[in-house]
């Protein structure tokens, strides 16, 4: 069984930096991860993703140039470094493993929550 911990959200002002962990269990084979987040009201929407190796990875362009996701295959561990932040970037962030791009089904961790304010 797959389960995904979210964590290091927070409060921060705009052009700020958060990095956020998320610890997979559960998953035997090589995998790639990825990092989503949902606004209220808004539907969640995908961030960014990397591959098993961390030699490919990919962003929303909403995001690109200012996050960047990273991995340790040791800790089974995916990051997501978030600098200059934005109020728009409020949301609660959730990653994704197994994940290979497009849609995403599951399973869901708890989120991290990241407020930004102006």
């Known amino acids: 069984q797959v389960q995904l911990v979210e964590s290091g959200g927070g409060l921060v002002q705009a052009g700020g930096s958060l990095r956020l962990s998320c610890a997979a269990s559960g998953l035997t084979s090589r995998y790639g991860m990825g990092w989503f987040r949902q606004a209220p009201g808004k539907e969640r929407e995908f961030l960014a993703a990397i591959s098993w190796s961390g030699g490919n990875t990919y962003y929303a362009s909403s995001v690109e140039g200012r996050f960047t996701i990273s991995r340790s295959n040791a800790k089974n561990t995916v990051y997501l470094q978030m600098n200059n932040l934005k109020p728009e970037d409020t949301a609660v962030y959730y990653c994704?493993?197994?994940?290979?791009?497009?849609?995403?089904?599951?399973?869901w961790g708890q989120g991290t929550q990241v407020t930004v304010s102006s």
């Open positions: 994704a493993a197994p994940y290979s791009g497009g849609k995403y089904q599951g399973p």
